[in-house]
């Protein structure tokens, strides 16, 4: 664990300029609302790119199997251009655009 959170680097591009960003209400955080999210990308003049993420639990499920519970992240489509991520299979969701209520999928 030490090993791969502080002496290998993170696998994005100049991890140092990340940073995370979220709401507080009576002293907690709380998560963005989407609508929050995009009027702060369309007013944003600090930022080089902005992107949202949120865990879910979610039921995968596979003809045939019964359904698994997973656990799993919905993202904005600009999420790896601003993570500049080298993971395999990024680049697909680069040019999609974020929609409310539009799922993107790797073409």
């Known amino acids: 664990m ?18 995370a960003v979220s709401e507080t209400r009576r002293g907690d955080e709380i998560s963005v609302s989407f609508s929050n999210f995009l009027d702060w990308r369309a007013q944003n003049h600090s930022f080089a790119e902005l992107a949202a993420f949120v865990g879910r639990g979610m039921a995968l499920t596979a003809q045939g199997t019964a359904p698994e519970r997973i656990r799993a992240q919905l993202v904005t489509s600009s999420l790896f251009r601003t993570l500049a991520s080298r993971q395999r299979g990024a680049a697909a969701f680069w040019n999609r655009r974020t929609t409310p209520g539009r799922h993107a999928s790797p073409s």
Do not use: E, K
């Open 2 to 19: 030490l090993s791969a959170t502080f002496l290998r680097p993170l696998p994005y591009v100049d991890p140092d300029r990340l940073i």
